[in-house]
């Protein structure tokens, strides 16, 4: 059985001619919780290259106090810090110095970023989310590009969190009222044709 399967309620596939792929913080600082996806974010970077898709990363750092917000009181101040090693992105992701990168210092891709305007000058209405954590910040993204008015398709096998109950809860959240779930095999065969 697919990994989407087990919690799809609603079956739709992305248009890769107005889809935008992003990249969820796939950062040093979760590479324990990171490592098992990557072969599946590199897969899903892969088939949305070959369909002309753009893809965006994310990176979640902190450059002062001014920018801690409630994170750091919530982590108690296990934060991640711009300049340091877990800060930069995974070494192993398929990324090209072509690619966009966004800095973000809270849970939404959305939030302080522009990248609602970027999307919106591209033409994007679709949305894919992938990276880590499946129950925060790819759950916060997901959830706030559905209610700017993107259609939103969530990866079940290019995310990850600390644990399979966290991960399967947002699936759960996700299938019921905000995203229509995918996985690389079912990116594959709509992404092949366009």
């Known amino acids: ?3 989407y399967k087990k919690f799809e309620i609603r079956k739709r596939n992305p248009d890769p001619n107005t889809a935008v792929l992003l990249v969820i913080d796939m950062q040093n600082y979760f590479y324990s919780m990171a490592r098992p996806i990557l072969p599946s974010i590199n897969a899903t970077i892969d088939i949305c290259r070959r369909a002309s898709v753009p893809v965006f990363f994310t990176r979640h750092c902190h450059k002062s106090p001014a920018d801690y917000g409630m994170l750091y009181e919530w982590w108690n101040g296990d934060l991640i810090l711009d300049g340091t090693a877990e800060s930069q992105l995974i ?5 090209r110095t ?4 966004l800095e ?12 609602e305007e970027k999307l ?11 990276g880590v954590m499946t ?4 759950e916060t993204t997901a959830r706030d590009a559905y209610i700017r008015g993107f259609r939103v398709f969530f990866s079940t096998d ?17 299938a019921y009222g905000f995203a229509y779930l995918v996985d690389c095999e079912r990116l594959r065969e709509p992404f092949s044709k366009s």
């Open 158 to 174: 290019a995310t990850a969190t600390s644990s399979l109950e966290l991960h399967e809860a947002t699936l759960k959240n996700m």
């Open 104 to 115: 973000k210092n809270t849970y939404s891709a959305f939030r302080g970023t522009n990248l």
């Open 1 to 3: 059985m697919a990994s």
């Open 120 to 130: 919106v000058d591209m033409g994007v209405k679709e949305v894919i989310v992938t």
């Open 135 to 138: 129950n925060l910040c790819c």
């Open 98 to 101: 072509s690619d966009s990168v």
């Open 91 to 95: 070494p192993e992701l398929d990324r």
